[in-house]
């Protein structure tokens, strides 16, 4: 029984099985976002599986995720800034 060879999430590369490196699945902000106002029961459903990347894909999906955290985090700044400002206003 001969396995089917893994592919790289990000670039689609054929991967023998010692090389691939398993990790999270990228998700984006807009995609979070998405998730949250169409079905925010989905955000505490099950762990995602891990997926398959190569060697030189490991570093750009690091970066990438780091991207995503940051745009989340000045998204909830954002939100916070702006309630504040009403707050204030009102008061």
């Known amino acids: 029984m001969s396995e089917e060879p893994l592919r ?4 689609g ?8 490196k398993m990790g999270q699945p990228l998700i984006t902000a ?5 998730l949250a106002v169409k079905a925010p ?7 995602l599986p891990d997926v398959p ?12 995720r780091t991207n995503e955290q940051l745009k989340i985090l000045v ?5 916070l800034a702006l309630v504040a400002v009403l707050i204030m ?3």
């Open 8 to 11: 790289c999430a990000r670039c």
């Open 13 to 20: 590369k054929a991967l023998a099985p010692g090389e691939a």
């Open 30 to 34: 807009g995609e979070l976002l998405r």
């Open 41 to 47: 029961a989905a955000l505490g459903g099950p762990p």
């Open 53 to 64: 990347y190569c060697a030189d894909c490991r570093p750009l999906i690091a970066r990438q």
């Open 75 to 79: 998204g909830m700044l954002a939100v």
């Open 89 to 91: 206003v009102v008061l």
